[in-house]
């Protein structure tokens, strides 16, 4: 029975030797050679051709002008002398008019069948019935103003002939050149083949672990260490991401354990059967609480995913940021009290910006219970107008944010250390991040250990080019 396996040596000795591909560069230089003679070629054709004509229109319109002034007998002076050493025809015809003269070859076997053709014909390099014509003509013809038509024709067997010959020159120097056209595109496949495969090195030397910055390979430039660089980081990036998602894994099992263990240990106690019904009622409201929680954190997470892939429907319309705030810390002013924390708000005029008013209120919400909740006594908040912005503050003399989390305040699921001993989830400030850029604004964090934090909020103002359209 065979089976997938490659064959050994003995199997490929048997087989032969086998012969390199041809390489794909030698094919598409010799297309490319072979594109640039054939265009060469047409070029050419167009250009004679396009000389004949011009040549037979400038007879044409000296013609007409002699046959304008002095009628036949300007046409019979030079037709010859004018049209040159090429063989050619003028045929004047009309209703009671038929005028040829013949020019170059006096032999008139030659010549066209003029019954053939209509005087009226106008063609490049076409042939005409004839005994012996010879051919392709060029023929041009135009009114001669007295219900006459003037028309002249020129042969152009030179023309093809000298076509001919350089047609066959093109296609000698095709012949001799395509073989050397394949040097080249030798040299540059081969030189493609080792820089790929240096590439190929870096990157599997980045996947091991290793960092490379530059190749250590020789000639390498600077378009390779970039984009063995942006490999790197972004190998950096995945296991940042990996790190990450086992972080937050760990954080929600160790967060929603607590709920969790709880609504069990509630619905556990109320199943006891020595129970009255007020028990059975506080038990309840337990297990309905914790599960209030739960749903809390799982839609939270919901809304940071909606907000942070740009899906989150915002009812936008124009408030006052002075009305949200004053309902938001009348919300938290009891538990502001229990802790001893003054707040502040320093708004003596309306603010008014473009949002979404369940949306900001959360972002403020978040906001002060974190200046509460990390040992601030005093929070102050600020609106104003900054340009085509609004702006607001929300300054605190807390325990403050290391540089080291400043910017890991913001990812999902992150938690400091000394916020472990505090309840939450590390759902917050991501929340409050993507919904702030969300509205098109920016939120920035300026901070020092044990003197406080300040939050600025910039939102867009109702009516300027900057504010986002309502979704």
Same mark, same amino acid.
């Given at each position: 029975?065979?089976?997938?396996?490659?064959?050994?040596?003995?199997?490929?000795?048997?087989?032969?030797?086998?012969?390199?591909?041809?390489?794909?560069?030698?094919?598409?230089?010799?297309?490319?050679?072979?594109?640039?003679?054939?265009?060469?070629?047409?070029?050419?054709?167009?250009?004679?051709?396009?000389?004949?004509?011009?040549?037979?229109?400038?007879?044409?319109?000296?013609?007409?002008?002699?046959?304008?002034?002095?009628?036949?007998?300007?046409?019979?002076?030079?037709?010859?002398?004018?049209?040159?050493?090429?063989?050619?025809?003028?045929?004047?015809?009309?209703?009671?008019?038929?005028?040829?003269?013949?020019?170059?070859?006096?032999?008139?076997?030659?010549?066209?069948?003029?019954?053939?053709?209509?005087?009226?014909?106008?063609?490049?390099?076409?042939?005409?019935?004839?005994?012996?014509?010879?051919?392709?003509?060029?023929?041009?013809?135009?009114?001669?103003?007295?219900?006459?038509?003037?028309?002249?024709?020129?042969?152009?067997?030179?023309?093809?002939?000298?076509?001919?010959?350089?047609?066959?020159?093109?296609?000698?120097?095709?012949?001799?050149?395509?073989?050397?056209? @394949?040097?080249?595109?030798?040299?540059?496949?081969?030189?493609?083949?080792?820089?790929?495969?240096?590439?190929?090195? @870096?990157?599997?030397?980045?996947?091991?672990?290793?960092?490379?910055?530059?190749?250590?390979?020789? !000639?390498?430039?600077?378009?390779?260490?970039?984009?063995?660089?942006?490999?790197?980081?972004?190998?950096?990036?995945?296991?940042?991401?990996?790190?990450?998602?086992?972080?937050?894994?760990?954080?929600?099992?160790?967060?929603?354990?607590?709920?969790?263990?709880?609504?069990?240990?509630?619905?556990?106690?109320?199943?006891?059967?020595?129970?009255?019904?007020?028990?059975?009622?506080?038990?309840?409201?337990?297990?309905?609480?914790?599960?209030?929680?739960?749903?809390?954190?799982?839609?939270?997470?919901?809304?940071?995913?909606?907000?942070?892939?740009?899906?989150?429907?915002?009812?936008?319309?124009?408030?006052?940021?002075?009305?949200?705030? @004053?309902?938001?810390?009348?919300?938290?002013?009891?538990?502001?009290?229990?802790?001893?924390?003054?707040?502040?708000?320093?708004?003596?005029?309306?603010?008014?910006?473009?949002?979404?008013?369940?949306?900001?209120?959360?972002?403020?919400?978040?906001?002060?219970?974190?200046?509460?909740?990390?040992?601030?006594?005093?929070?102050?908040?600020?609106?104003?107008?900054?340009?085509?912005?609004?702006? !607001?503050?929300?300054?605190?003399? !807390?325990?403050?944010?290391?540089?080291?989390?400043?910017?890991?305040?913001?990812?999902?699921?992150?938690?400091?250390?000394?916020?472990?001993?505090?309840?939450?989830?590390?759902?917050?400030?991501?929340?409050?991040? @993507?919904?702030?850029?969300?509205?098109?604004?920016?939120?920035?964090?300026?901070?020092?250990?044990?003197?406080?934090?300040?939050?600025?909020?910039?939102?867009?103002?109702?009516?300027?080019?900057?504010?986002?359209?309502?979704?």
């Amino acid at each position: 029975m065979e089976t997938g396996h490659p064959p050994n040596g003995a199997d490929r000795a048997q087989q032969g030797p086998r012969l390199p591909p041809f390489p794909a560069g030698v094919l598409v230089g010799a297309a490319c050679f072979l594109l640039t003679f054939s265009l060469l070629g047409l070029g050419l054709t167009l250009t004679l051709k396009n000389a004949d004509h011009r040549a037979a229109q400038q007879i044409l319109d000296s013609y007409l002008l002699r046959y304008r002034r002095g009628g036949l007998a300007a046409l019979q002076a030079d037709f010859p002398h004018l049209l040159g050493c090429r063989t050619g025809f003028l045929r004047l015809a009309g209703p009671h008019l038929r005028l040829v003269l013949l020019a170059g070859d006096t032999d008139t076997s030659g010549m066209p069948d003029f019954d053939s053709f209509a005087p009226t014909l106008a063609r490049t390099w076409t042939g005409l019935r004839g005994h012996n014509s010879v051919g392709p003509w060029t023929v041009v013809s135009g009114p001669a103003g007295d219900g006459n038509v003037l028309q002249i024709g020129i042969d152009c067997s030179a023309t093809l002939d000298l076509l001919t010959r350089l047609g066959k020159l093109l296609l000698l120097a095709a012949l001799v050149l395509l073989p050397l056209s @394949a040097v080249p595109a030798l040299v540059m496949g081969r030189a493609g083949k080792k820089r790929t495969e240096r590439l190929r090195r @870096a990157v599997e030397a980045a996947a091991a672990g290793q960092r490379p910055r530059s190749l250590p390979a020789r !000639g390498a430039d600077r378009e390779e260490e970039r984009f063995v660089s942006a490999v790197s980081r972004l190998l950096d990036r995945y296991d940042r991401l990996a790190r990450e998602l086992q972080e937050s894994m760990d954080n929600m099992a160790h967060d929603l354990r607590t709920p969790m263990t709880r609504l069990r240990t509630t619905a556990e106690y109320g199943l006891q059967e020595y129970n009255s019904v007020e028990q059975l009622r506080e038990t309840l409201a337990d297990c309905l609480e914790e599960s209030d929680r739960v749903l809390a954190i799982l839609n939270t997470m919901l809304t940071v995913a909606e907000a942070q892939a740009d899906t989150v429907r915002l009812d936008l319309r124009p408030v006052d940021l002075r009305d949200i705030l @004053a309902e938001v810390i009348e919300m938290y002013q009891v538990l502001a009290e229990e802790q001893h924390v003054s707040i502040q708000l320093q708004a003596p005029e309306p603010v008014m910006a473009l949002v979404d008013r369940t949306r900001i209120s959360q972002v403020w919400a978040n906001l002060l219970d974190n200046a509460i909740k990390y040992g601030a006594d005093r929070v102050r908040i600020s609106l104003a107008v900054r340009g085509e912005m609004t702006e !607001g503050r929300i300054e605190d003399n !807390g325990m403050g944010i290391s540089e080291a989390e400043k910017e890991r305040i913001w990812e999902r699921l992150y938690r400091g250390d000394r916020s472990r001993n505090r309840p939450g989830l590390g759902l917050g400030l991501t929340l409050v991040r @993507a919904i702030v850029e969300a509205h098109h604004g920016s939120i920035m964090v300026e901070s020092r250990m044990q003197q406080g934090t300040t939050f600025t909020v910039r939102l867009p103002r109702p009516g300027l080019p900057s504010s986002p359209a309502q979704q």
